[in-house]
């Protein structure tokens, strides 16, 4: 199983916890070492051609921003999903069901906000039902967190947000699925990631002109 969460900063409102990524590290870093291997192939006239190095640099950043990047932490009384092209930022205090299946999936306010930062293999999630527990973020008898090594490290992912949830509802001394939870979606913030997505606009018109010329 994966390390707990990392913590860094103070008690209160810069609290820091990070979540270890629980897939797609080793396929997303082998993937960008043959693209980039392709592109400097393409450079140097080794045999890559030109229109090859142009996908290769398209399925590069996509490697990067789907596979290496996404991140997932909770500061404060926020929950932090840095995805592919976007950081979402979701008061904790809202958050009314969290599941993590092949991705984590909260629920705000009636809206879903995903990240692929945690989730479960296919097979993981095939054995485990989540008919129960998945939106309710609250104790069934029989299906509490196991402190064995044996946890599955999603596990602990969905129940270390969904206890911080219901604290910081509590430090605002907001009901769970009162109109007063509902409006916190109002506090939910998107921010593109303009780096991701100019680098994939470049390379892709950069293939295209490629293929063109």
Same mark, same amino acid.
């Given at each position: 199983m994966s390390t707990p969460p990392s913590s860094a900063g103070t008690s209160g409102e810069h609290a820091v916890e990070r979540f270890a990524p629980t897939s797609g590290r080793v396929t997303g870093t082998i993937g960008i070492a043959i693209c980039l291997l392709l592109v400097?192939?393409?450079?140097? #006239?080794? #045999?890559?051609?030109?229109?090859v190095a142009g996908i290769a640099a398209v399925l590069g950043v996509l490697a990067w921003a789907t596979m290496l990047k996404p991140r997932l932490r909770i500061v404060g009384d926020r929950l932090v999903l840095v995805n592919s092209f976007e950081t979402v930022t979701v008061p904790l205090a809202g958050i009314t069901s969290v599941l993590v299946q092949q991705?984590?999936?909260?629920?705000? $306010? #009636?809206?879903?906000?995903?990240?692929?930062?945690? $989730?479960?293999s296919w097979r993981q999630a095939a054995k485990k039902p989540r008919s129960t527990r998945d939106l309710a973020m609250s104790p069934v008898p029989g299906e509490g967190l196991q402190t064995d090594a044996k946890v599955v490290y999603a /596990?602990?992912?969905? *129940?270390?947000?969904?206890?911080?949830? @219901?604290?910081?509802? #509590? @430090?605002? /001394?907001?009901?769970?699925?009162?109109?007063? *939870?509902?409006?916190?979606?109002?506090?939910?913030?998107?921010?593109?990631?303009?780096l991701e997505i100019g680098l994939l606009a470049v390379t892709v018109v950069v293939s295209v002109v490629a293929f063109l010329v």
């Open positions: 400097v192939l393409a450079v140097l #006239g080794a #045999g890559a051609s030109a229109p991705v984590l999936v909260v629920v705000v $306010g #009636g809206r879903k906000f995903t990240s692929p930062a945690a $989730g479960r /596990d602990f992912v969905e *129940q270390r947000i969904g206890e911080r949830a @219901n604290e910081e509802r #509590g @430090n605002r /001394d907001i009901a769970r699925r009162s109109p007063e *939870q509902e409006a916190l979606l109002t506090e939910v913030t998107r921010t593109p990631a303009w």
